[in-house]
């Protein structure tokens, strides 16, 4: 029987338990080594652990260990994509906020279920992501970014990750234009975080 690691416990980017092509995979080397793999054959995975099929994670549970197809001893763990682990893996287009700075921010706006959220600074989307676990399936975060190229990554990547339903992603920049939130079908906002150089400046 293979070896495994529970990642069910912090499965959100993902709920089904067994890998589909087209899904994000974290895949584990070592404490210091993860990466963000969008499973797609006949692509590989090539590390120094060996070089692993995409075809080879199709239909694994996640949390399982993959041996290297040829025998050589290497191996590698496919953990279901968490917010945590996103803000491990995830291209940086920005300097990003990391999991210690995530939980007090989280834990200060007081989110839950159906809580409605803006966020001003959308960057790499690292505290996105948290944000919109917190606020779940029936609540929503509106998040908002002046750069407009960073604004479209962000959105594409939102939208691949599963989390299009509970997350709109604006181009704004909302010092010197103000919000837009009135145009959205959420009445009122629950919580709000800036995370702008100058934040004072927000209107």
């Not at 960073?150 to 103000?178: I, K, P």
């Given at each position: 029987?293979?070896?495994?690691?529970?990642?069910?416990?912090?499965?959100?980017?993902?709920?089904?338990?067994?890998?589909?092509?087209?899904?994000?995979?974290?895949?584990?080397?070592?404490?210091?080594?993860?990466?963000?793999?969008?499973?797609?054959?006949?692509?590989?995975?090539?590390?120094?652990?060996?070089?692993?099929?995409?075809?080879?994670?199709?239909?694994?549970?996640?949390?399982?260990?993959?041996?290297?197809?040829?025998?050589?001893?290497?191996?590698?763990?496919?953990?279901?994509?968490?917010?945590?682990?996103?803000?491990?893996?995830?291209?940086?287009?920005?300097?990003?906020?990391?999991?210690?700075?995530?939980?007090?921010i989280v834990l200060?706006?007081?989110?839950?279920?159906?809580?409605?959220?803006?966020?001003?600074?959308?960057?790499?989307?690292?505290?996105?992501?948290?944000?919109?676990?917190?606020?779940?399936?029936?609540?929503?975060?509106?998040?908002?970014?002046?750069?407009?190229?960073?604004?479209?990554?962000?959105?594409?990547?939102?939208?691949?990750?599963?989390?299009?339903?509970?997350?709109?992603?604006?181009?704004?920049?909302?010092?010197?234009?103000?919000?837009?939130?009135?145009?959205?079908?959420?009445?009122?906002?629950?919580?709000?975080?800036?995370d702008l150089p100058?934040?004072?400046?927000?209107?």
């Amino acid at each position: 029987m293979a070896a495994s690691i529970d990642g069910s416990a912090t499965a959100c980017l993902n709920p089904r338990q067994r890998i589909a092509i087209g899904d994000l995979v974290i895949v584990y080397e070592d404490f210091k080594t993860l990466h963000a793999v969008r499973v797609a054959p006949p692509a590989r995975f090539d590390s120094r652990h060996g070089s692993f099929p995409h075809a080879d994670f199709v239909g694994r549970r996640f949390g399982e260990r993959v041996s290297e197809p040829r025998g050589r001893g290497g191996f590698v763990y496919l953990l279901s994509p968490s917010p945590e682990l996103w803000t491990a893996t995830l291209p940086h287009r920005t300097q990003i906020l990391y999991i210690a700075d995530i939980s007090m921010i989280v834990l200060q706006l007081e989110l839950q279920p159906g809580s409605v959220c803006i966020e001003a600074g959308t960057g790499s989307g690292s505290l996105s992501h948290a944000l919109a676990r917190a606020v779940g399936a029936r609540g929503h975060l509106h998040t908002f970014e002046f750069n407009a190229h960073r604004a479209q990554l962000a959105a594409a990547e939102f939208a691949a990750n599963g989390l299009g339903g509970r997350v709109t992603s604006l181009h704004g920049d909302v010092c010197a234009d103000g919000w837009e939130y009135a145009n959205t079908a959420h009445g009122s906002v629950d919580a709000a975080i800036f995370d702008l150089p100058q934040p004072w400046d927000a209107r």
